[in-house]
């Protein structure tokens, strides 16, 4: 999604979900690794959780951010009609 929105010429908005992602990331790798908190102590798989994590949040963010802002990366109902 990041590189079909830098194809339509915005590069701001894919460099601010990659902060947001990188960030989470940062925050979800100690948690789960080391089990702080209410998190299981995972150990490497942990830093693999915390990665799947962050992107899927952060994509899902990015398709709820496109369909507000009705991009044309967004396919629509009428679309699938023939």
């Known amino acids: 999604m990041m590189m079909a929105q830098r194809g339509t010429g915005d590069s701001r908005t894919p460099f601010y979900f990659a902060l947001v992602q990188v960030g989470l990331d940062i925050v979800l790798n100690p948690l789960l690794i080391m089990g702080i908190g209410p ?18 949040i952060t994509l899902a963010v990015m398709l709820i951010h496109l369909y507000r802002q009705r991009s044309i ?10």
């Open 39 to 56: 998190f299981p102590k995972m150990g490497i798989a942990g830093s693999a959780t915390a990665t799947l994590v962050a992107q899927t």
């Open 73 to 82: 990366l967004v396919v629509r109902p009428a679309d699938w009609r023939c």
